[in-house]
């Protein structure tokens, strides 16, 4: 009866142990719908492409409450705003050279902050 003890103990952390897979699936789930959410930071706008760079480099530094790093070739800018890692890029459309897109993703820890983004999207928008 001593030998089967620990063969008892174990039983509820066996019925647990398929408890994991699911609850792992479940949390990368629920990472990547938060992940890949388009929610508010893409807005296209009829300017010219030098235009817009110019006006997202100027709300870049205006609203920056941390470090900030502007990438002029692939025109990006990664920095820290409102307590939120941003990332800003401007994306020219391939059939017109008059529409460029604004996209903007804010993430605060491990959540995207689509409210932020679609702020900051419209403040570019805004100074054009």
Same mark, same amino acid.
């Given at each position: ?9 174990? #039983? &509820?952390?066996? /019925?647990?142990? !398929?408890? *994991?897979?699911? %609850? ?18 893409? #807005? &296209?706008?009829? /300017?010219?492409? !030098?235009? *817009?760079?110019? %006006? ?18 692939s025109?990006?800018v ?33 959540r ?17």
């Amino acid at each position: 009866m001593k030998k089967l003890v620990p063969l008892v103990l174990l #039983l &509820p952390f066996l /019925a647990s142990c !398929a408890a *994991v897979p699911i %609850a792992a699936a479940a949390a990368v789930g629920v990472w990547s719908y938060d992940r890949y959410n388009e929610e508010g930071g893409s #807005l &296209p706008v009829e /300017a010219p492409q !030098a235009k *817009v760079w110019s %006006a997202m480099k100027q709300v870049a530094n205006e609203r920056a409450t941390g470090p900030i790093e502007i990438t002029e070739a692939s025109e990006r800018v990664v920095g820290e705003i409102s307590e939120c890692t941003v990332y800003m890029s401007v994306l020219p459309y391939l059939t017109t050279e008059s529409v460029v897109e604004i996209k903007v993703r804010a993430v605060q820890g491990q959540r995207e902050r689509g409210d932020i983004a679609k702020e900051i999207a419209e403040d570019i928008a805004g100074r054009l």
